[in-house]
């Protein structure tokens, strides 16, 4: 079984430019959620999309959004980027139904704002 | 607001050398305590989920415990292959959905 795609691995971008990462979950889970990972603050959860809607939204500025399509694959996006928005970008999949369901993670894709 | 302290945050051990890494939580009700291990360029692996103070879980050199305040992950006669990043989550019942909070981490180093 396939596991959890991230595209792409990284990105270069200048500040102020928008970005859109892309991820395709494990074939069966209808949950990707979406963390950023920094040596400072650790993972901090973006936000869960589940049957194409947001089910749920961390402490995260506008800027950051998110859109999940009919087969599960999701997308997210940063606009006007800041240089404090480099980061690995990690999107997780689980079935999302049952009351417990571990996350499984991509290898993330890599954002350097410069 | 849930909280996952982990340490240390960094352990280094030679090969076989037997150790416990900690992680201290705060949540209002735990739904579940996940370990994942962390290898550097890729993204967490999903280890094991506790659900319950006094419950046990084993897979390979690893064995994890879970009480009411605190998880650990006992690693037994480690291997230069565990080296990696230990992750420790919680997953709060007032949480909707899959949202996890995580700790920073404790690096392990394992010399041969």
């Known amino acids: 079984k396939a596991g959890v795609t991230q595209t792409p691995r990284y990105l270069i971008k200048t500040r102020g430019q928008q970005v859109t990462l892309s991820c395709s979950p494990i074939?069966?889970?209808?949950?990707v959620s979406w963390y950023q990972q920094t040596p400072g603050q650790g993972l901090q959860f973006l936000f869960e999309?589940?049957?194409?809607?947001?089910?749920n939204k961390g402490n995260f500025p506008g800027r950051f959004s998110g859109r999940q399509f009919s087969n599960s694959r999701s997308e997210m996006n940063v606009s006007t980027l800041e240089l404090g928005d480099s980061a690995l970008y990690l999107c997780?999949?689980?079935?999302?139904?049952?009351?417990?369901?571990?996350?499984?993670f991509g290898n993330g894709t890599r954002l350097t704002v410069t | 607001e849930d909280q996952v302290t982990q340490s240390p945050e960094a352990l280094r051990l030679q090969e076989g050398e037997s150790s416990s890494l900690n992680c201290s939580y705060t949540v209002s009700g735990l739904r579940g305590l996940f370990w994942y291990r962390q290898d550097p360029g890729k993204g967490p692996e999903f280890l094991f989920t506790?659900?319950?103070a006094g419950e046990e879980k084993e897979k390979e050199r690893l064995k994890a415990t879970l009480t009411k305040k605190e998880s650990f992950l006992h690693i037994t006669a480690p291997k230069p292959e565990d080296s990696a990043t230990y992750l420790c989550?919680?997953?709060?019942?007032?949480?909707?959905?899959?949202?996890?909070?995580f700790g920073e981490g404790t690096q392990l180093t394992v010399n041969p």
């Open positions: 506790l659900y319950s």
């Open positions: 999309y589940f049957s194409e809607t947001q089910r």
């Open positions: 989550a919680v997953q709060a019942t007032s949480t909707s959905g899959s949202r996890l909070t």
């Open positions: 997780a999949s689980s079935g999302g139904t049952a009351s417990i369901d571990p996350l499984h």
């Open positions: 074939s069966g889970h209808r949950s």
